[in-house]
């Protein structure tokens, strides 16, 4: 059977954070909410944590104003169809794409997003190094979850995190709700990170993010997993191997930014039914 007309897709992860990739470069796809509602799950669709449209930043009416608008834009949107600032492991996949499609020659370039400008160094095993921008510190705050309360630390990666260290054993965890959290310090919501360490420069983290639920990894996650967990060791800066349920990462934190360094794999793509993706849109 043969698809024909709809819009193409490519599938891939980056440490089993998966995305359903969608190449717009002329900025035509109307993509709503509920046509990425359906991609993402899991039996009626294709099964992603989040879509990934390949356009350019002059084509999203959101980009920031400081993006140029030729720059190639992730525009990343959550499994329930909101739109999210940033995603690490996203903009790793999303890279990959650009070069292995000959939509950059470069493999040192900028990716725009909705936190801003990325610069992004694609390697040759695929894999790629991610300029995070510098990690915003703030609060100390809590979250709840099973009834116990776990202290953390909130980090803003471009988007939204509380870092909680904790020397509870991580399997224990029920991730299938969404942990509770101080809506005053955190009213757009936020990822909730249970870091424990488990050598002098390594963590183990399992993550439940806004929008989607536990995922297999989060990069933005795994950057405030190592602020916060350098700052309970007394450190500032410095590099945290970071195991996730879907991979390992590298994370450094200077004093002026942070650099996110993980794998990017495609496991296939195709069309889209147009019949499908016309039905979702109402037309």
Known sequence: MRFSGGPEFIKGHGTQNDFVLLPDPDGELKLTDEHVRALCDRRRGFGADGVLRVVRAGAVADAPGDVDPDVWFMDYRNADGSRAEMCGNGVRVFARYLVDSGLTTQAEFPVGTRAG?????VHSDGGSTVDM???EVGVDSVAVLGGRDFPGLAVDVGNPHLACVTDVGLDELDLSTAPAHD???????????????????????????RGVGETRSCGTGTVAAAVAA?????QRTGSRIVDVPGGTVRVEVTEETTLLTGPAVFVGGGRIDDGWWRQLAGG
């Open 117 to 121: 400008v990325r610069s992004v160094q």
């Open 133 to 135: 921008g510098p990690a």
């Open 183 to 209: 809506g005053a310090v955190f009213p757009r919501g936020v990822n909730v990170e249970f870091v424990r360490r488990t050598g002098p420069d390594r963590v183990r983290m399992r993550v439940h993010e």
């Open 230 to 234: 350098l700052r309970t060791d007394g």
